[in-house]
């Protein structure tokens, strides 16, 4: 019943945790919670609503608030509205992200954080800024997917239309089938038809329509690296012309240093102590492995010579401590280098540093950062993009930062299937597609189709 209660009634009891998005983990170890009944704990919560359509939260908040009630302390880190509202204190980080945030600009009950001029949370919260309907949707006249007889896990010999040059969302209550659908069936199959290695698509009948597109690419929520190695400047390929500009610098031909040296991942100009890492590992056998900063390089990565090369002051390790932002306006006048950077501002990922390692992402800004790749390497050709709950762990303020990047993709003639239940998203889209009309066994149909406006005034829709 308590799983039922935190909204993982749908999950089976075989089901492996690491098949589990984040959301869910975190409200299965919320049961056991329940389950305890222990007092004067502190329980802190990492957005527990992760993936949680708008119909599921009644019973999420009903059980933080009955944690409390028994003497414990909650504290959330969240962005959607009901767990605010139901919230004694809120605490508001920001003004923005990155070197822009990091200040308390609210503090209070959530009553007050809506009247708050400097809350921007409280502009969403309040309707000071909504949920606004486009005034116009773009034409589903460009040809069609048709998806006939899909019926892996819980979905119901599902027969589905997706619209091609538009944005089509794919909603629903959690465990109607949303990413079955779109991730584990619609992007293999579409994959195999198109050539491309893909896992195996869960059954279905047949697939019509692949011809009139040339690529299809899943944006999903995996690590883009699970080293230091790989960071936001490498992913996006602005570290070469970077290392080109220091090569060719006065200071680096006098030492005959190469663009190769200016690498930390290649013998020649990292520090070898580390072997360009930044951190030595030690083993601590029976406990969990130490990580400290190399000591020869105190965590630049780079050898002493290659840091006394300077390009407009700044040697290579400061420039990969740089944000994004602060890169973008740094490298003026270089117009590769500052495209593939305004792909990262585009997705709302301006915060991160250039040199940040990859395993230090959360698995929504791995998702964003692979959409900014495919922005910067101006594909060609019709491409299907395929995404599954792009908004998770988002503020409303950056879900529509991403909105933008989506128009930016449909400009180019691209497409666009997205699996989401934020609000925002689905007053944005041309399309919806309503799975449901419950979780499992409950679920796995077509409800409803159509514009946001006519989905919302369907009775059977949640």
Known sequence: SYLDQVGVGH???????????????????????????????????????AGLHPADLPPLVRSVRELCERGNTVALIEHEASLIESADQVVELGPGAGELGGKVVFQGPPAEMLASPKSRTGDWLSGRRGVNFRSERRPTNQGWLRLLGAQGHNLQDVEAEFPLG?????????????????????????????????????????????????????????????????????????????????AETVEAQARNFKAGHFSFNVEGGRCEACEGEGFTQIDMRFMADVYMRCPECQGTR??????????????????????????FTFFRGQKKIQARLHCLIDVGLEYLRLGQPANTLSSGEAQRLKLANYVSSARRGRTLFILDEPTAGLHHSDVTQLIDCFDSLLAMGHSLVVADHHPLLLGAADHLIDLGPGAADEGGRVIGVGTPEAIAKDPTSA
């Open 302 to 327: 780079y050898r002493r010579e290659v840091l006394e090369v300077r390009y407009r002051g700044l040697s290579i390790a400061e420039v990969l401590g740089l944000s994004v932002r602060e890169a």
């Open 166 to 246: 538009v944005l089509c969302v794919v909603t629903g209550v959690s465990g109607a089938g949303k990413s079955t659908l779109v991730q584990r069936t619609l992007y293999p199959a579409v994959a195999a038809k198109l050539r491309i290695d893909a896992e195996q698509p869960l059954p279905f009948r047949d697939l019509l329509g692949v011809g009139q597109i040339e690529d299809a690419v899943l944006v999903d929520q995996s690590p883009i690296g699970r080293t230091p190695r790989s960071n936001p400047v490498t992913y996006v390929k602005a570290f070469d012309p970077i290392r080109n500009l220091f």
């Open 11 to 49: 999950l089976s009891i075989d089901r492996s945790l690491r098949t589990l998005s984040g959301g869910e983990v975190q409200r299965v170890a919320l049961t056991s919670a329940l389950g305890s009944n222990l007092t004067g704990m502190l329980y802190v919560l990492d957005e527990p609503a």
